[in-house]
């Protein structure tokens, strides 16, 4: 038959010499193989990532824990369309919409908004389709990992979660990722 | 020299706490021991292992002794209660004594006096170790029987079939030796060693069969038929919770210790080491050459126990019994043929 790589050999079931049987030379073989990766980790050369310490850089298109964004001056930009829970797969997403009362402009941009918003971390996929879908620029997914947690129901991330803050260093940057992503449409895009 | 003078006050004092800082050493290699196993497995296999405990993890041990301790001590309802009780007491009592023949040095002198570096001068010292590590076995069935439960009996019937076959090939190994030095005292066997004489030049096939045999008295991979996780669960353990298992895994390591400490005895030396006089520093100089070959050894258990993959049980007794021990049998002649020319 024809080899597929170049990797494969036919077994020979020769009968051993008395090196072989007596086995001792191939574990010394062995354990010179053993040591030499010994020495290679002695001498700081592992593969390990100390995690909480070092951290792996992320892909610039990394999709984790979602922030839904407020609007310049602070109203949260989600009008509970209900556009990403339809999109999404994992039927994660779940909303109750409200409508918004006379004084709480600065709140909501638009009269309706989501009094309730939950994503269940457990059944999120992370597949940034509910990003694709929201009309208003309200949902991201961004750099930031899911932490875990010893219960189920604490994976249910509500708004307390979910809303970025409206001071400016409570504001969550998803512009990294945005980007690459308009750069990858732009390359996919055939010139005009 | 009457009874009365052996057994003075200053005797009893000086053995006491000769035996003390023993036993603390001793616990304290075999808790480094566990350490150790961890941190070199990890480098073999290319990963770091526990460093979060203190720098480097060095405080590993007190994590995992704190832990030992603190866990639930589960007794199954259908155990022969009080052997359930006393096998890891047992099996920990063997390990601990058998350290009482090996010289560490040659004498230290504290405050104008001369002491010892061994606990007891016994004249069968190596028949004391051949025989301790042959009781070792009793703490390993009594505790597989008790636990009432198949797994443990599979594991306890295989390390004292294992110890049985293992331990002819041993004594055959040694005997050798004892006929190439004439004398089964350790102590002796030590001192004529001096320098780079050491026995392992004479007996290098004596010193590979023996170092095999160790292997499987500690069973230590690739001999580890006793707990064979993949077969037998834990082995003669699985039954065991808490500190009780811990006893049991603690002995394990203080058994490598000795067993490394008397090859180093017996075949490389002990406390000698060309151009290092034991005399030195006060006395110091016998054991930190000797403990140096000591961790070597150790540091070798573990290299073996990370490379070869474990025997299958009838290969091991294929192994002991059918080239082991005639091997052992041959080297024996040898040496008697050795001694008879040259009348060493």
């Given at each position: 038959m024809q080899s597929l790589t170049n990797r494969s050999r036919n077994v020979v079931n020769k009968k051993m010499n008395f090196w072989e049987r007596i086995y001792l030379v191939a574990i010394f073989k062995g354990m010179w193989t053993t040591l030499k990766h010994f020495l290679r980790v002695m001498f700081g050369k592992s593969h390990t990532v100390r995690y909480p310490e070092v951290k792996r850089p992320f892909a610039p298109v990394w999709r984790g824990w979602h922030v839904l964004k407020r609007d310049e001056k602070g109203?949260?930009?989600?009008?509970?369309?209900g556009l990403c829970a339809v999109a999404c797969p994992a039927e994660a997403i779940t909303m109750t919409a409200a409508e918004r009362n006379k004084g709480e402009e600065h709140l909501y941009r638009e009269e309706k908004y989501a009094a309730v918003y939950e994503i269940n971390m457990l059944r999120c996929i992370f597949c940034g389709l509910c990003e694709e879908a929201c009309p208003k620029e309200a949902i991201f997914l961004t750099d930031r990992i899911v932490p875990s947690d010893y219960a189920r129901q604490g994976f249910v991330f509500g708004k307390d979660l979910l809303v970025e803050g409206v001071e400016p260093e409570k504001r969550i940057d998803v512009s990294v990722r945005q980007k690459h992503i308009q750069e990858k449409k732009w390359a996919a895009e055939p010139a005009h | 020299m009457s009874i009365l003078l052996l057994f003075s006050a200053g005797f009893i004092v000086e053995k006491i706490i000769l035996i003390s800082v023993l036993f603390a050493i001793t616990l304290g290699v075999a808790a480094y021991s566990t350490y150790g196993e961890r941190k070199f497995a990890a480098f073999f296999q290319d990963r770091l292992g526990p460093d979060r405990a203190g720098p480097w993890g060095i405080l590993q041990p007190l994590a995992d002794g704190v832990k030992m301790f603190t866990k639930e001590d589960f007794r199954p309802n259908e155990a022969e209660r009080w052997l359930y009780i006393l096998a890891p007491g047992a099996f920990m009592f063997v390990a601990c004594m058998t350290s009482a023949v090996i010289p560490w040095g040659t004498q230290l002198t504290v405050f104008g006096t001369p002491v010892d570096l061994q606990v007891a001068d016994l004249n069968i010292g190596i028949l004391y170790i051949l025989g301790l590590s042959s009781l070792g076995v009793y703490g390993i069935m009594i505790g597989g029987w008790s636990s009432n439960n198949k797994f443990s009996l599979y594991g306890a019937i295989r390390a004292s079939s294992q110890m049985i076959s293992y331990e002819l090939a041993m004594g055959l190994s040694v005997i050798a030796v004892v006929m190439m030095t004439g004398t089964l005292s350790l102590k002796e066997m030590a001192a004529q060693?001096?320098?780079?004489?050491?026995?392992v030049w004479y007996q290098p096939l004596g010193f590979l069969i023996f170092f095999i045999c160790s292997l499987a008295e500690c069973n230590?991979?690739?001999?580890?038929?006793?707990?064979?996780e993949t077969e037998?669960?834990?082995?003669?353990?699985?039954e065991y919770s808490s500190m009780k298992l811990g006893f049991f895994l603690f002995a394990e390591y203080i058994n490598m210790f000795i067993s490394s400490a008397v090859t180093a005895t017996v075949f490389f030396g002990g406390y000698n080491f060309p151009g290092l006089d034991p005399n030195w520093l006060g006395g110091f100089m016998g054991p930190i050459v000797l403990f140096a070959k000591v961790f070597f050894f150790i540091f070798v258990f573990m290299w073996i126990r990370w490379t070869i993959p474990r025997f299958r049980y009838d290969q091991l007794m294929h192994l002991g019994w059918k080239s082991l021990i005639p091997l052992a049998i041959f080297n024996m002649l040898l040496t008697g043929a050795g001694v008879l020319y040259f009348g060493k």
């Open positions: 109203a949260e930009r989600c009008t509970a369309c | 060693q001096a320098g780079f004489n050491w026995n230590r991979a690739p001999f580890d038929m006793a707990e064979c037998l669960i834990g082995g003669y353990h699985t």
